[in-house]
């Protein structure tokens, strides 16, 4: 059996602005219905693996159990993460966490972002793994190139691989940096070099062995992190002290690159990190367009049109290499050949500190999730979904009052002593200073309205006295 480990901390922003720092482009359901995180963890489940390991962000930790549930996958553990530090550190806490209890259970690393269509020519690439990985070998996947790509690492193969065979592993002669074109090129014609995907097989034993061996001090680090960490709800809560002892390294350059018991399955499958817009489009494109959303493209080439908005049409005509993704915050438009800069469009909002920089529309919280509507000086109005059977927490406000319309289903208000229940087209007034909660008693999600007014808006203007999900 494997057990699948799941990385998902990142917070890139090459997908901006779908991608955010509150909400990375994992959860994002970029390729259909399913979100790249739930994709990642079904190709990873079934027949021969067991149930993961989730290593993620305090932010997203009730993202990752919510999407799992709706996947119908219960995690074996979810670690998280007091502050990223790379993916040395993640990949070792895992394979700690696991040798507690089976020190020679095969783990198989995966990115919870990646896109590989053909789960079976995946699935026959880790199957002939597995006599390596137990063999003691630290197994990584490379992807047969189809362009000279400089957004990526690479392999280099002792020989050129047959990628038109049954996959097999073969020797890695060494890891190289992400190339210029030229360099891209040459490689893809020269036939020994794959795209490295960061996925990887290996034994706990041999991985943990590894690490012993060129980064022992990391091995300290992590290992007290676990040994203080502390049980919340479901989750695992890795000792923010001692975490900030191991080194901000990733795995190739910690362990991979100084390991001398190496292996790479080729794999000639499709593949992407969907690392930019470019890359999505590439997935996505039918006859050269790209579109999604009340999307419509009208004589155009080589381009993305994509509107997250709900009622809101984007409309292409006569463009050429052209990316154009509608928020309902911020939009941007690009040439497609250079969406790769998106991360600098980032830096420069963070610099006028633009909320859109970093926080998505959407404020999604275990409960549900709520969005800004209209925002004045001294009001704001938001929508509010919460999922059945879930409630907020029992809560008061120094600084704001609400009025809360249902719109959709029922609400079980709390309002001081005041418990009743608010049906659509009722609405309740909770005064400043009241203690009060909502929950959804229905089996269906509730949908209000809330418009607050006051001084100070903030949400952290928020006094708990009790939350079911143990927040502070």
């Not at 919510?66 to 670690?79: F, H, N, S, T």
């Not at 490689?187 to 995907?197: D, F, I, Q, V």
């Not at 309002?415 to 009743?420: A, C, F, Q, R």
């Not at 005064?431 to 808006?457: C, D, F, W």
């Given at each position: 059996?494997?057990?699948?480990?799941?990385?998902?901390?990142?917070?890139?922003?090459?997908?901006?602005?779908?991608?955010?720092?509150?909400?990375?482009?994992?959860?994002?359901?970029?390729?259909?219905?399913?979100?790249?995180?739930?994709?990642?963890?079904?190709?990873?489940?079934?027949?021969?693996?067991?149930?993961?390991?989730?290593?993620?962000?305090?932010?997203?930790?009730?993202?990752?159990?919510?999407?799992?549930?709706?996947?119908?996958?219960?995690?074996?553990?979810?670690?998280?993460?007091?502050?990223?530090?790379?993916?040395?550190?993640?990949?070792?806490?895992?394979?700690?966490?696991?040798?507690?209890?089976?020190?020679?259970?095969?783990?198989?690393?995966?990115?919870?972002?990646?896109?590989?269509?053909?789960?079976?020519?995946?699935?026959?690439?880790?199957?002939?793994?597995?006599?390596?990985?137990?063999?003691?070998?630290?197994?990584?996947?490379?992807?047969?190139?189809?362009?000279?790509?400089?957004?990526?690492?690479?392999?280099?193969?002792?020989?050129?691989?047959?990628?038109?065979?049954?996959?097999?592993?073969?020797?890695?002669?060494?890891?190289?940096?992400?190339?210029?074109?030229?360099?891209?090129?040459?490689?893809?014609?020269?036939?020994?070099?794959?795209?490295?995907?960061?996925?990887?097989?290996f034994s706990v034993s041999s991985i943990v062995a590894a690490y012993e061996a060129h980064q022992p001090a990391m091995i300290a680090a992590v290992q007290a992190a676990l040994d203080a960490a502390k049980r919340d709800l479901s989750f695992t809560r890795l000792d923010?002290?001692?975490?900030?002892?191991?080194?901000?390294?990733?795995?190739?350059?910690?362990?991979?690159?100084?390991?001398?018991?190496?292996?790479?399955?080729?794999?000639?499958?499709?593949?992407?990190?969907?690392?930019?817009?470019?890359?999505?489009?590439?997935?996505?494109?039918?006859?050269?367009?790209?579109?999604?959303?009340?999307?419509?493209?009208?004589?155009?080439?080589?381009?993305?049109?994509?509107?997250?908005?709900?009622?809101?049409?984007?409309?292409?005509?006569?463009?050429?290499?052209?990316?154009?993704?509608?928020?309902?915050?911020?939009?941007?438009?690009?040439?497609?050949?250079?969406?790769?800069?998106?991360?600098?469009?980032?830096?420069?909002?963070?610099?006028?500190?633009?909320?859109?920089?970093?926080?998505?529309?959407?404020?999604?919280?275990?409960?549900?999730?709520?969005?800004?509507?209209?925002?004045?000086?001294?009001?704001?109005?938001?929508?509010?979904?919460?999922?059945?059977?879930?409630?907020?927490?029992?809560?008061?406000?120094?600084?704001?009052?609400?009025?809360?319309?249902?719109?959709?289903?029922?609400?079980?208000?709390?309002?001081?002593?005041?418990?009743?229940?608010?049906?659509?087209?009722?609405?309740?007034?909770?005064?400043?200073?009241?203690?009060?909660?909502?929950?959804?008693?229905?089996?269906?999600?509730?949908?209000?309205?809330?418009?607050?007014?006051?001084?100070?808006?903030?949400?952290?203007?928020?006094?708990?006295?009790?939350?079911?999900?143990?927040?502070?």
């Amino acid at each position: 059996m494997i057990t699948p480990v799941l990385l998902c901390g990142g917070s890139g922003t090459r997908l901006w602005p779908l991608s955010r720092k509150s909400y990375p482009k994992q959860f994002s359901p970029l390729m259909g219905d399913e979100s790249l995180f739930q994709a990642s963890a079904k190709r990873l489940a079934g027949q021969g693996y067991t149930a993961p390991v989730v290593v993620t962000a305090d932010a997203f930790r009730f993202i990752v159990t919510e999407q799992l549930a709706d996947a119908g996958i219960d995690p074996a553990a979810v670690l998280i993460e007091p502050a990223g530090r790379d993916t040395a550190p993640a990949v070792l806490a895992p394979a700690l966490h696991l040798q507690a209890s089976d020190p020679d259970a095969l783990m198989l690393v995966a990115p919870s972002d990646h896109v590989i269509p053909d789960r079976d020519a995946f699935t026959a690439c880790v199957t002939a793994a597995m006599p390596a990985a137990q063999a003691g070998q630290l197994v990584t996947f490379g992807i047969g190139p189809d362009r000279p790509e400089t957004g990526y690492g690479y392999l280099e193969l002792a020989e050129k691989p047959d990628l038109g065979s049954d996959p097999a592993p073969v020797a890695l002669k060494a890891f190289v940096e992400k190339p210029d074109a030229e360099t891209a090129a040459a490689m893809l014609a020269e036939g020994r070099y794959l795209w490295n995907a960061g996925i990887f097989l290996f034994s706990v034993s041999s991985i943990v062995a590894a690490y012993e061996a060129h980064q022992p001090a990391m091995i300290a680090a992590v290992q007290a992190a676990l040994d203080a960490a502390k049980r919340d709800l479901s989750f695992t809560r890795l000792d923010p002290a001692a975490w900030e002892g191991a080194e901000a390294i990733s795995i190739d350059y910690a362990v991979m690159e100084k390991a001398d018991n190496l292996s790479v399955v080729p794999f000639a499958g499709r593949w992407s990190d969907l690392g930019d817009w470019a890359a999505v489009w590439r997935e996505t494109q039918k006859d050269g367009v790209s579109l999604s959303g009340p999307a419509t493209a009208i004589d155009c080439r080589d381009t993305l049109l994509r509107s997250e908005v709900e009622g809101q049409a984007i409309v292409g005509i006569g463009l050429d290499d052209i990316v154009a993704v509608a928020m309902p915050d911020a939009v941007l438009i690009s040439h497609k050949g250079r969406t790769q800069e998106v991360k600098q469009a980032v830096a420069a909002l963070k610099e006028k500190r633009a909320p859109q920089a970093e926080s998505f529309p959407k404020d999604h919280r275990p409960w549900g999730w709520f969005e800004s509507l209209v925002v004045g000086e001294r009001f704001q109005v938001k929508r509010i979904v919460v999922h059945p059977g879930a409630a907020l927490s029992l809560q008061s406000h120094h600084h704001r009052s609400e009025h809360w319309i249902v719109v959709q289903g029922t609400a079980k208000v709390t309002v001081d002593e005041s418990v009743t229940l608010v049906t659509e087209n009722q609405s309740v007034y909770i005064p400043l200073g009241a203690v009060h909660r909502m929950e959804n008693p229905g089996k269906l999600p509730m949908v209000l309205i809330e418009v607050q007014t006051g001084s100070y808006l903030g949400e952290d203007d928020i006094i708990r006295y009790e939350d079911v999900y143990a927040r502070e």
